[in-house]
């Protein structure tokens, strides 16, 4: 009687240690899921961000261009005048 109590009790921590085997497995692959999804969020991210610096730094080289072309016309408006 003992040894099949000894029996189940054994068993039933074989299933629970097979369970906990289970959920750690699976919570493993969720969490290399979650890296895989957010390292590709994130080189997005960065693509956008790139390409709104990119856009930024022309329309100021463009508008630098402008003021410095503007200094000269004026200084030498000043000069004729």
Not at 8 to 18: F, G, H, K, P, S
Not at 20 to 39: C, F, N, Q, Y
Request: hydrophobic share 40%; glycine share 4%; aromatic share 4%.
């Amino acid at each position: 009687m003992q040894l099949t109590i000894a029996c189940r009790i054994m068993d039933t921590v074989n299933n629970i240690e097979q369970l906990l085997s289970d959920v750690k497995e699976s919570l493993e692959r969720e969490i290399h899921g979650l890296a895989r999804e957010m390292h590709g969020e994130f080189a997005q991210l960065k693509a956008q961000i790139n390409t709104r610096f990119d856009t930024q730094a022309t329309r100021l080289e463009r508008h630098a261009a402008l003021w410095q072309t503007d200094s000269r016309w004026s200084g030498r408006m000043d000069v004729c005048a």
